[in-house]
């Protein structure tokens, strides 16, 4: 990359190695020279050392007895105690169960849908039709987890919900969705998919543009049909994403949507629908045992952390770009 | 493109459109259902039977949530923190993101995985509450902004959306004077419209949005956001239904509570055919690595 500063030198051109030789005189140059830059970064590099560093170095709570008037560095350790009292815990079972399974309902039923959506509208001819339902399916990726969950309470309720009343006009009977905790984990799953499936389809579809038009008329003059076409062109152009894709959702396996859980969780249902980021919550701020819920906390990014490196490992080893 | 007009082919484009349809259908009509009620009389929702459209109109229920104020001061508390906190990220995301670009600018490989750590680890929700705390911020609305100024993502995506801009036409206005803070706001930013509108929609969807942080930092009731104070009156609402302390919820039930949903929804609806048609490219941006 060619650069032509106003003061001639061009510094930004040399090597890190080059740069360090030509001495302190330089870089006092070179820093004078961009001083707007630093300055212009400095806000930024602020905001996450405060608001993201700070409290990395601040789960040492999860070692201590946290005090809050004594803070981090005053508080007296504990050791392991908090692991060893959460994992000797029954909830830990219950917790671990109903992460898991969450993530893996949310595998099997949701993510494969966004691709079939996908499938669907390449398939659609008119342009103007094809523009018409994406708009449709888009919106509720914008509305809040609040007025998801507010939309299906309404509709859901026993208490005059259209569905309920269908159902009852239907059947006679009315279903609690709402109450029963055998249907906790369908409704969050169905919630995910109607908020999210229709946003999901943007990452296919622009995969779905790159394929070669020419193919698709080579298989017609050899007389492949739709749907030779769609799993011999469409199915392998769409692979890499699709693995990709697939390997993240592995790297946030534990994140069930902590919002989403949060305000579907009731009392009844607690024993289904509690995870540890609301078990954290629950323990931490309304209960106020700090040091435990930082602890569970810490468990869990820790979880998450190998899980992301392990999966965007695997995506190497598939031959597959990977992220990071 | 040549068109097979065989049986076969029609009979599959014609199920695939009824399906996309179904889907297009199933995402709207509970938006189309809410808005309906919203505008019902309360007395025709309480008899049944109104299914999609109302049977008699009604304003009552946003007459009764603009003669409070509690709806009235949270959708201030909204607009506030969605304008202000929208700002305070294009700017702070901005004003990283350009030096980051630079490939002169020294320390810029430190601070890019210093931020692209914070994506794969982060201290979590109890110590973060308690850095808010100490500075102060629990109960201001500062909280629901100054946290969350930066995504790391958002600034990966836009720091690369910069580096495309040719680098001549900074070096030209350097020649001219310029500073790299006049370059910046004259410059670059100007070039960056589409990517700042679809950052600065996808930041102010999630200051609209936002409602945990609230909870965890915000007890002052006139402080709430709408999403809070939506989620009082119809979540909370419907799950202690039966008890006679929300007799009063009862009363106009279903009517009211649609109407607030209406108001924390209908801002991103305004925006959202504004703004469409840049950020499905934005989107894309975001997905070529970081």
């Known amino acids: ?324 | 493109m040549i068109q097979d007009r065989t049986f076969g082919n029609r009979l599959f484009d014609t199920v695939n459109a009824a399906v996309l349809i179904l889907v297009a259908l199933c995402t709207v009509l509970p938006f189309v259902y809410v808005l309906a009620v919203s505008f019902t009389d309360p007395h025709e929702v309480a008899k049944g039977g109104m299914i999609l459209f109302p049977t008699k109109f009604s304003l009552a229920a946003y007459e009764y949530i603009f003669s409070t104020d509690t709806l009235v001061k949270s959708l201030g508390v909204s607009i506030y923190v969605t304008v202000v906190g929208t700002f305070i990220n294009l700017l702070f995301t901005s004003l990283l993101a350009y030096p980051l670009a630079k490939p002169h600018f020294r320390g810029r490989q430190v601070i890019l995985l210093g931020v692209l750590f914070t994506m794969l680890f982060s201290g979590g929700m109890i110590p973060s509450y308690f850095v808010v705390k100490e500075l102060g911020m629990t109960n201001t609305l500062w909280s629901l902004m100054i946290p969350s100024a930066i995504s790391a993502f958002n600034l990966i995506v836009l720091r690369n959306f910069f580096q495309q801009i040719p680098d001549g036409l900074e070096d030209s206005a350097k020649i001219d004077g310029c500073s790299d803070l006049d370059i910046l706001f004259r410059i670059v930013l100007p070039l960056s419209l589409p990517a700042m509108a679809t950052f600065g929609l996808f930041y102010a969807v999630a200051h609209w949005n936002t409602f945990f942080s609230a909870i965890l930092y915000i007890n002052d009731h006139n402080k709430w956001p709408v999403q809070v104070l939506l989620r009082e009156i119809v979540i909370l609402a419907q799950s202690r239904i039966g008890e006679t302390s929300f007799e009063e919820s009862l009363i106009q039930p279903l009517t009211i509570r649609m109407a607030v949903i209406v108001f924390a929804t209908v801002p991103i609806l305004l925006v959202y055919p504004f703004l469409q048609k840049h950020f499905a490219k934005g989107v894309l941006l975001g997905s070529v690595k970081g």
């Open chain 1, 1 to 324: 990359m060619e650069t032509d500063y106003a003061d001639g030198k061009a510094a930004g051109n040399k090597t890190p190695a080059a740069a360090g030789r030509a001495g302190l005189g330089a870089l006092a140059r070179e820093l004078l020279r961009d001083r707007w830059l630093y300055l212009m970064a400095l806000p930024g590099v602020l905001y996450f050392i405060v608001f993201k560093y700070v409290p990395m170095y601040g789960l040492v709570m999860a070692f201590q007895d946290y005090k809050p008037h004594l803070g981090f560095l005053d508080s007296p350790w504990a050791g392991l105690k908090h692991f060893r009292r959460f994992f000797g815990e029954p909830a830990f079972w219950t917790l671990f169960n109903n992460t898991v399974l969450l993530a893996v309902y949310n595998l099997i039923f949701f993510f494969p849908l966004p691709i079939v959506l996908a499938l669907m509208l390449n398939e659609v001819r008119q342009e103007r039709f094809k523009r018409w339902v994406q708009t449709m399916v888009y919106i509720p990726h914008f509305v809040s987890w609040v007025v998801v969950v507010g939309i299906f309470y309404m509709l859901l309720t026993t208490e005059g919900g259209v569905i309920n009343e269908l159902i009852f006009a239907l059947t006679g009977e009315k279903i609690a969705f709402l109450l029963e905790p055998g249907w906790f984990r369908t409704m969050i799953v169905s919630q995910s998919i109607w908020k999210e499936v229709g946003w999901g389809t943007i990452i296919f579809l622009a995969a779905l543009a790159g394929v070669d038009m020419q193919l698709y008329e080579a298989a017609r003059m050899d007389g492949a049909n739709r749907w030779r076409q769609l799993w011999h062109i469409t199915l392998p152009a769409i692979r890499s994403t699709i693995v990709i894709l697939l390997i993240l959702r592995l790297g946030s396996f534990l994140d069930s949507g902590f919002e989403h859980i949060f305000l579907m969780l009731t009392p009844t249902n607690r024993d289904v629908g509690e995870v540890f980021d609301t078990y954290v919550y629950m323990k931490g701020l309304t209960q106020a045992q700090y040091s435990y819920s930082a602890a569970v906390g810490l468990f869990k990014s820790a979880v998450g952390l190998i899980l992301v490196l392990g999966a965007n490992w695997l995506a190497k080893r598939f031959g597959e770009e990977g992220v990071y």
